[in-house]
């Protein structure tokens, strides 16, 4: 990226991009911000974080290097996109909003390790971060212990709740377990075989796949296999599919290795048009690498698509591309971590602090109405409301929406039975 989209917009961009916001259509009137004008430092910072009378400062903690960068490098332009909104119209409670960036390489301790550095030595009010749940398990104790507020972006497992997270992407009953209703309605299917990368979402999901599918819709489970992350030899599993010849696929392999199973799977004449796929980790920023041809047909069970039609989307598309190119992409865990800054600025608002204890608090209720995936809402258990939905994959990268649940769908991150 150039050094001014690092950088952030210009001032004129910046109009032009508020102009276009939708869902903000009264931000094109305002004037340059002008910092400071908010509540005593003393009265909003009871606790010692980065607030000054002008500025607040947040951390952003993704992988930007190594296997998981294909996944989350777009988080991160989501939440740097979201931030320069924000200060175009005033920022937090009349402060900036400054970012300390860390890159979490794709290793679980060092997430570990950065999160207590943003913590401890930066004293973030708030972090942006994590990808995978082993990363976010591992950055868990260290908000937990140092009382830190993290935004989780991931679509996910379940099975955790903690008062120090909000969670802005889906739990396993809203993705999962609704994917495999949908999958089982509309294909008539009866075998799946699961594969996944080898660490705690994939597996988790797999072992609630496995029950939902056994126990719920009473069919078969034909095989289960599991992946080191970064792994490319995909042929000998490939194989094994074309033998069991299940009805469904059910693929959670994460990251770069996206690239090369959908690549061997194509090559090993599996015809995605005919054999059911259902993925629940490929996204549009993993088809940007894997490319269009190789994964066409197959089906994704998302809460968000960069193809919706909803206004807020269409300006938020726009902004983003606006501010990272033409070319980019965005997909489901892009459009949560968007979401993260604007319902922390809407629950500091509501409680009238950046103490950690007074938003983790004020977060149930929370709603942001110009969310791009059409609006969402913060359960009490920091889980979001949010509609299910599918899409096809398209040879041009994108996904044609071909369901979505007519309310949204509460969050129940333990759910009875699958745990």
Request: charged share 20%; glycine share 10%.
């Amino acid at each position: 990226m150039s050094d001014a989209q690092d950088r952030g917009l210009s001032f004129v961009d910046r109009r032009k991009l508020l102009m276009g916001m939708a869902a903000l259509p009264a931000l094109s009137l305002l004037p340059t911000p002008v910092f400071g004008a908010g509540p005593p430092t003393s009265v909003v910072n009871t606790t010692g974080l980065a607030v000054t009378d002008t500025e607040v400062t947040v951390g952003i903690l993704h992988s930007v290097t190594g296997t998981m960068a294909i996944s989350e490098t777009g988080s991160v332009q989501a939440e740097k996109l979201a931030i320069e909104q924000i200060n175009a119209m005033g920022g937090v409670l009349g402060r900036k909003i400054k970012f300390v960036q860390e890159d979490g390489a794709s290793d679980w301790p060092t997430f570990a390790e950065k999160a207590k550095k943003l913590l401890v030595n930066d004293k973030c009010a708030s972090v942006m971060g994590c990808w995978t749940s082993a990363s976010r398990k591992a950055v868990l104790p260290v908000f937990e212990q140092y009382n830190g507020m993290l935004y989780y972006p991931t679509f996910y497992e379940g099975l955790e709740q903690s008062k120090n997270v909000i969670y802005t992407g889906q739990e396993a009953t809203q993705q999962i377990i609704a994917g495999l209703d949908w999958v089982t309605k509309e294909k008539g299917s009866k075998t799946y075989y699961l594969l996944g990368s080898d660490y705690i979402w994939p597996r988790t999901s797999n072992k609630i796949a496995r029950k939902h599918i056994e126990n719920n819709l009473k069919q078969k489970v034909l095989g289960e296999e599991y992946f080191p992350l970064g792994h490319t030899q995909f042929n000998s599993v490939i194989n094994k599919i074309k033998l069991a010849k299940p009805d469904v696929i059910y693929a959670i392999i994460v990251g770069g290795s996206n690239v090369a199973f959908y690549k061997q799977l194509k090559a090993a004449g599996i015809d995605l048009s005919k054999q059911t796929l259902l993925t629940i980790s490929v996204t549009e920023d993993e088809i940007d690498g894997i490319g269009g041809e190789n994964i066409a047909n197959a089906y994704a069970c998302m809460k968000y698509f960069q193809s919706l039609g909803n206004d807020n989307n269409k300006a938020f598309v726009t902004a983003f591309k606006k501010m990272w190119g033409e070319k980019t992409v965005i997909g489901d865990v892009t459009q949560a971590a968007y979401l993260g800054p604007w319902l922390w600025k809407a629950t500091v608002e509501k409680a009238g602090s950046f103490d950690v204890d007074k938003v983790a608090a004020a977060s149930e209720g929370i709603e942001f109405k110009g969310a791009p995936e059409g609006y969402v809402r913060i359960h009490k258990n920091h889980h979001l409301w949010s509609k299910t939905r599918v899409g096809k994959a398209k040879l041009d990268g994108q996904f044609e929406l071909v369901f979505e649940t007519a309310e949204l769908v509460e969050p129940d991150p333990f759910p009875k039975g699958y745990q």
